[in-house]
């Protein structure tokens, strides 16, 4: 088993709709856990909640976080809004325990699931994908200072090269374009799924950081459309942002595979990271 | 009071955080309310439910779609996730009465309310407003034939004033560029809000037309961001698709102030028109 699908594992707890899962520590970044990460989590349990109805596929999961995810016991409830023919919809709150034993709601999330390998009709894409340079041209994310990788255990679960042409704001030097883009695989060879492209969508560094602005910068909103099975090999991740709204960003992804197809894009509201005191 | 005002009032029902509210033929589509004004609902409603806790201002508002909004009697269920101190979230579902009596969910949503006048922060906007032509030379959409605008109460609605180079699909002659824009204001004069921005995001024919794929484009999901309060005057609406994938599209559609704000943006995937049998 690879530590990806570790990560998203659940065994079902007492309540109907509800799934127990763990969150490990490996996958966290400044204490809590990759928000991505997080909605790959409530995206395997959908996925058993709805894959009985015949819809195992994510086609548009949208997250509103609420609390950062903390390593240790959670739950996805999970809530069946709507079995329809070709898709259907559902709710999730991811639940944990807070330090007194009180309910912590960290993500909501609103999502249709589908069967993908019914989907049927045109396609007709109109973007292109990154042009990247070679793998060995690129920056290895786990190169990173030491003090950057302790603060981000995530980093080592990827195998992610960044573009060098948009990494230049890790020497300081950002290219204030809010772009950032590289190849990615995960670091243990598992091979990309339709469960794993909410986790790509985020595993990124916050476009922001191009901007010049280093730091967290907490999601408010996230939404991601899939729109095809990945195919086996390294996917293609791109970041970037066209605007700056009041302190708040949006980030849009797109997640391309080895056969040029654009499996997955995503759209996030974030608040830019707050100027060091 | 305008008719817009109207069409989005709501009267406190009994259970808490519910909120009735009555919808008017006045703005159906093909015999459904249109999703867009559902939304404006819905804000009003979650405005009142957080503006007590200084959140009046929708800043982001995801909506999963489940069955078409019916004119008549509706209840609009209120409840808050979180109160913090900058932003708080809530869920809400729009709920009718079926043919039998039975409850009928036409509409989840989870949001983000703020307060836009403390909004503070960096703005950074790379994107430009639309290049339209003036008014008196863009085509009104309510001198559409007799027998699209029996079907659509909607479009007498709004002062919409389309960009000829992009409603060719209108006489037969779509463009295939995946892109419809035009003016757009209230037909009472009354000034854009933040309330109405989720309406204006939807107001558009859908940008399959310009794919040349006539007929209704059922929404799945809809989530609009809120970056600015509109100055009152003509907005200028922009939608445009990026791509299709297995009969699905991802629309995008910006709207913009009389003083060049981009004030509200939104991405909403659709699924293609099924070709008439």
């Known amino acids: 088993m690879s530590e990806f699908d570790d990560a998203i594992a659940f065994t079902p707890a007492d309540a109907p709709g509800s799934y127990d899962v763990r969150l490990d520590r490996a996958w966290t970044i400044g204490g809590g856990i990759n928000g991505g990460l997080l909605l790959s989590v409530i995206s395997n349990a959908l996925s058993d909640a709805l894959g009985a109805g015949g819809h195992p596929d994510p086609m548009s999961i949208s997250a509103y976080y609420l609390a950062p995810g903390r390593p240790g016991p959670a739950t996805v409830e999970t809530s069946i809004v709507r079995k329809g023919g070709s898709v259907s919809v559902a709710s999730a709150t991811l639940v944990q325990q807070g330090a007194d034993g009180e309910r912590v709601e960290s993500i909501k999330v609103l999502a249709t699931f589908t069967d993908l390998d019914k989907a049927a009709g045109e396609t007709d894409v109109r973007l ?11 920056i290895r994310a786990s190169d990173a200072p030491p003090e950057v990788l302790k603060e981000a255990d995530l980093l080592q679960r990827s195998d992610l090269r960044l573009d060098p042409a948009t990494a230049m704001w890790a020497v300081g030097k950002p290219s204030g374009n809010g772009r950032i883009q590289g190849w990615w ?26 901007l010049g602005k280093l730091g967290w910068a907490p ?3 996230f939404t991601v459309h899939v729109l095809a099975k990945p195919a086996p090999g390294w996917l293609r991740v791109v970041h970037f942002t066209e605007h700056v709204a009041a302190g708040h960003f949006v980030e849009d992804c797109q997640v391309w595979d080895s056969e040029d197809t654009l499996v997955a894009q995503s759209r996030q509201l974030a608040r830019l990271p707050r100027p060091p005191r």
Do not use: H, I, Q, Y
């Open 128 to 138: 292109t994908p990154p042009n990247l340079p070679p793998l060995e041209k690129c």
């Open 219 to 221: 999601t408010l909103e």
């Open 185 to 210: 695989r995960l670091v243990d060879g598992r091979e990309p799924d339709v469960l794993a492209l909410p986790f790509v969508c985020d595993v990124l560094p916050p476009v922001s950081m191009d």
